[in-house]
């Protein structure tokens, strides 16, 4: 069994930062991808930032220079360093893993940023 969980969101203020990090567990077998997408109310769910297995970076163009994704040694956990917030980065944050077979999502967390 794979669990994905994130952890780490919260209400902050504009121009604010958050770290999030996000802990893929069980038996996962080979990465391909690990990385963040997020969801606001009415939209759909795009790519925030993920790390492929080589180690290339992928950031969403609305994050970029703002946002950082890093990864442990181990390769199983990412963190999101989140400088700069925008109320328009508010929304659901989920962490998606990919493996040679198959896609798992985490649950969620939310992050909020006030005006």
């Known amino acids: 069994q794979v669990h994905v969980v994130e952890s780490g969101g919260g209400l902050v203020q504009a121009g604010g930062s958050l770290r999030l990090s996000c802990v893929a567990s069980?038996?996962?077998?080979?990465?391909?991808?690990l990385g963040w997408y997020r969801q606001a109310p009415g939209k759909q769910r795009e790519l925030v930032a993920d790390?492929?297995?080589?180690?290339?970076?992928h950031y969403g163009d609305s994050v970029k220079g703002r946002f950082t994704i890093s990864r442990d040694n181990a390769k199983t956990t990412v963190y999101l360093q989140m400088n700069s917030l925008l109320p328009e980065d508010t929304a659901v944050y989920y962490c998606?893993?990919?493996?040679?077979?198959?896609?798992?999502w985490g649950q969620g967390t939310q992050v909020t940023v006030s005006s």
């Open positions: 998606r893993l990919i493996t040679t077979s198959v896609l798992y």
């Open positions: 790390i492929g297995s080589g180690g290339d970076i």
């Open positions: 069980g038996n996962i077998g080979s990465i391909a991808s």
